[in-house]
């Protein structure tokens, strides 16, 4: 199986990456990187490239983004801010005032070689509700895909993966792969 | 005067600064400047010292974060992301269903030399109201001192200055350059 290099500390996001890239030998490295400011594109690009010139071997980040339409895709890459330091019903709350819920899942993976970084993006669509379901990880519990009865939190892995914005991504990325 | 290099692109920022460094001849240096996700130490930090090795002179950045209570310290240096993409009577809407509209608003100056990097803090406690004003920039219109019976934006730059978060961190900048 071919080894790729998945530079991540995340040990949920290298589980999904594991399931979405069959016949590929993923591989992990956690590294304490620099995250920059800026739209989620310009961070994972950054991430990717700065990955790079430290480990100097071809490999992949992964970043993902939420942004409220209400908000016009505030925190966006910065969602991880918000969650890790409040329980997950704060974000419900925070919304509570507008009318539209809808929000934006977006995962970008940046992959980095010797000729620069490519980045590979998949998005979803849904809208933010009150938590519920125990699977998952980060906003799962309160993003409820479009056209889903259930959170991602309500969705075994398969399931998730059948239709969530890292699968998309990762897809991309495979079929970039080879 | 003593020349001192303001490395910002902000004219509000600016402005403030020159009032409260008299007897400094404060110039600007306006570079893109990348910007670290983290804490605002960390933040302020990284920007001074990454300034630094792109000017080679002494010089000074500045940083301000807004922490809402109800949100721990959410998001804080992310302020800038919420109300550059925002009309700012979204910030009072997010916070609506929370009984808590406290907020801590800091700024921060990091100073970088040949030495290293030295910051300086200043704070200010308040409350996050429904915009009134039209003074000042950013959140000024939405936050209301402790102690006051007007936003940042009903005050003149002096009044201002006389009681603000950035004048604190000025004050004790102001003495480390004597």
């Known amino acids: 199986m071919a080894k790729i290099l998945f530079v991540t500390g995340n040990k949920n996001k290298l589980k999904e990456a594991r399931e979405l890239l ?22 994972v690009t950054e991430k990717a490239r700065l990955a790079y010139s430290m480990v100097k071997r071809p490999l992949f980040v992964e970043d993902t983004s939420v942004g409220f339409h209400c908000l016009n895709g505030f925190p966006g890459p910065y969602i991880k801010a918000l969650t890790s330091s409040n329980d997950i ?14 929000a934006t899942g977006t995962a970008m993976i940046g992959y980095a070689d010797k000729t620069g970084v490519k ?3 998949g998005e979803i669509q849904g809208t933010i509700v009150a938590p519920r379901g125990k699977n998952g990880f980060a906003w799962d519990s309160i993003f409820q895909p479009e056209g889903m009865k259930k959170t991602f939190a309500e969705m075994g892995i398969e399931e998730k993966n059948a ?5 998309k991504a990762f897809e991309a990325f495979r079929r970039f792969l080879g």
């Open 22 to 43: 069959p016949g590929h030998d993923v591989e992990q490295m956690d590294i304490d990187l620099l995250e920059c400011q800026g739209d989620a594109l310009f961070v």
């Open 89 to 102: 019903s704060a974000i419900p709350k925070m919304l509570a005032a507008f009318p539209d819920k809808g």
């Open 119 to 121: 980045v590979f993006k």
């Open 163 to 167: 239709i969530s914005h890292r699968m």
